[in-house]
């Protein structure tokens, strides 16, 4: 399947917006740790030491936010659209 | 009209007429709200509710120049007032000193026609969100950080909101923040507030810009309501019609 990755802000420096071929069936989080497994800067700007989605990166399939803690299992499908951003605080 | 005549050819005399009876809630007398609340008195919107507990402090006058080293030590509420109310002297400003905090924060708003959320914490911001959404006024969010910042706005009932877009709070820590940062994310802020109030162009509703000042580079994300979302889902009111 063909899923397009958008990261965004701060996250593109280490990942280039394109489409990628997976496997079918792979969910959101697998999606996500292969293209880890491929790319150190960008694993290490995505996952905390726990190897878990940092708390600040926002992910969207089709322009809605997964709760990662709990829906990182969801299935990805071909011609799905995943961005990833992070968010500031301050004012 | 003489002073707004610059702009009249934008939005017209019953644009003007619609910011001079707009009230406005600024959340957050910072570096944003500096930006914010200086672009809508000059534009005439014609009540300001400035809100902030807290007080002037040395390291905020990099880039909140609403506050000047005179003010150092005055509540910041109080100093902004005195600058608003001296450049547009045909609008009402209101003082709030206070923490915007879940008894209160629907108070605060009371019937405003917007909030601008210039606050520096997404732990005040979700309080605040949850009292935009249950009174069902629109609220345009910002936030900045070093070179970089975000704008989404809010129609409650419509949109996603602040909950919908963000899933935590990121850790609060004495980040660095460029003055140039908040005249970029606060103009766009002031420039939604006014598009909203006077009903020209498209807000960035269903979307968050994200701006990265280190490559000079904009994004547009589109973000959708959830529908089980915890806030939006249970406390909306009904949704407005029309615009002020």
């Known amino acids: ?15 280039v917006e394109r489409s990628f071929e997976f496997p079918d069936g792979l969910s959101v989080g697998m999606v996500l740790r292969e293209l880890g497994r491929h790319n150190q800067p960008f694993r290490q700007a995505l996952f905390d030491e726990q190897d878990r989605v940092k708390g600040f990166i926002n992910v969207l399939v089709n322009g809605k936010r997964l709760d990662m803690t709990q829906e990182s299992d969801l299935p990805l499908h071909d011609g799905d659209e995943l961005s990833l951003f992070s968010y500031v605080a301050g004012g | 009209m003489d002073r707004y005549r610059r ?47 807290d007080r002037v402090d040395p390291s905020n006058l990099n880039r909140q120049f609403l506050h000047w080293p005179e003010d150092i030590g005055k509540q910041k509420c109080i100093s902004f007032k005195e600058k608003i109310a ?5 609008i009402a400003v209101e003082a709030v000193s206070s923490v915007i905090q879940d008894d209160l924060a629907e108070e605060i708003i009371g019937d405003a026609d917007l909030i601008v959320d210039a606050l520096d914490n997404f732990s005040t911001r979700f309080i605040l969100n949850n009292a935009a959404v249950k009174k069902n006024i629109p609220l345009i969010h910002g936030a900045v950080q070093g070179f970089s910042g975000q704008v989404a706005t809010i129609l409650p009932g419509r949109s ?4 919908c877009m963000f899933p935590d709070t990121p850790l609060v820590k004495d980040f660095p923040i460029a003055g140039a940062t908040c005249g970029v994310i606060g103009s766009i802020q002031a420039t939604e507030a006014i598009k909203y109030i006077t009903g020209q162009g498209e807000c960035l509703v269903n979307r968050i810009l994200l701006w990265r000042g280190e490559i000079g ?13 915890a806030i939006c889902s249970t406390l909306c009111g009904d949704a407005k019609e029309s615009k002020p």
Do not use: H
């Open chain 1, 1 to 15: 399947m063909k899923i397009l990755i958008k990261p965004l802000a701060e996250l593109s420096d280490s990942l």
């Open chain 2, 86 to 90: 001296a450049l547009n002297q045909e």
């Open chain 2, 217 to 229: 580079s904009f994004d547009v994300v589109p973000v959708r309501r959830n529908p089980s979302c």
């Open chain 2, 160 to 163: 996603a909101c602040l909950r």
């Open chain 2, 7 to 53: 702009q009249l050819d934008l939005w017209g005399v019953e644009g003007q007429e619609a910011l001079r009876r707009a009230c406005v809630v600024i959340a957050g007398c910072g570096g944003l709200g500096s930006v914010v609340a200086t672009y809508l008195a000059c534009a005439g919107v014609g009540f300001l509710r400035l809100v902030d507990f």
